[in-house]
């Protein structure tokens, strides 16, 4: 071979390298990863949806790539953020973190298939018909359970003089936020507990919330499983800390974090679990045919440490409910 052939035939092979690399990469199915949850989030909540997303073969980079939207906790954006994902023909839009989100992408699409994971029914707010046969193109996870509506509730009332007040924080921009504070002023209606809704979507909410807390000597306080209060988790334990407030939050997180307790399905397992629907989904399976996955274990989480620093009696009976105590 002539020296010019064998340097045009090198040429033409550098070149035709870089285009297939970039076909292969075009060939790859994109997941459209659409979150209420803040950008700070994203180490707890990608590394449980690639868990479960790795375990039906899919490894983002290698044969899968993922467009990124975080709202920050600002719902408003959500909109936006899903007419974006549905222009690039996404293969699919993980929902995950927040009925919010998925009610943005459920709006945004009737083709794109939708996985989503939540703390909320699913049913109430229209996301699905059916929980069994959810129908459509949608079908995810929650990590909700009729249960704990109430559980929480006397889970507070056991923690404070009777008749003193207990306050529930509510996200008024979340449907099933604001559902759940309703379960809970009926069921302590039932049993003549006095009980106040506070509501916050902000920061500055959630200063304003502790200012009526203070202010109404509230005895303790519930907070919603909602994403805003979960990316806030931080200031929120900063603020019961401060105020020396019995509270119980949904998230084991909130209590690994400083929290004093928490009670609630596994938030990570949800985003497996979604994870794990997604690549079955881009394997061919159809989400009107995948049942919405429901929770099976609820964890009662108790940080002792907290309550030690606080100066809080936390009862035996509920001690020895516990299915982790952190000391």
Known sequence: MRRREFITLLG?????????????????PVIGFLSSLGSGDFDFVVSAFHEGLNGTGFVEGRNVAIEYRWAEGDYQRLPALSADLTRRKVALIAAIGGTPAALAAK???TTIPIVFAIGGDPVAPGLVPNLNRPGGNITGVTFYGTALVTKRLDLARELIAKGSMIA???NPDNPPSVAEGTAVQEAAAAVGQPLQILHASTQRHLDDAFAIIEQERVGALIV???????SERVKLVILT?????????????????????SYGASRREAYRQAGSYAGRILKGEKPSELPVMLPTKFYLVINLK???SLRIDIPA??????????E
């Open 317 to 326: 009976t509920v001690l020895a409910r516990a299915d982790e105590v952190i």
């Open 224 to 230: 919603s499983p909602d994403p805003f209060f979960f």
């Open 12 to 28: 033409g092979a550098a070149v035709a390298w870089p285009l297939a690399a970039r076909a292969q990469q075009a060939a790859m």
């Open 306 to 308: 907290t309550a030690k």
């Open 168 to 170: 529930m924080l509510v």
């Open 241 to 261: 800390a401060r105020h020396a407030l019995r509270t119980i939050f949904p998230d084991r997180e909130q209590a690994e974090g400083g929290g004093l307790m």
């Open 107 to 109: 709006a945004a699409t």
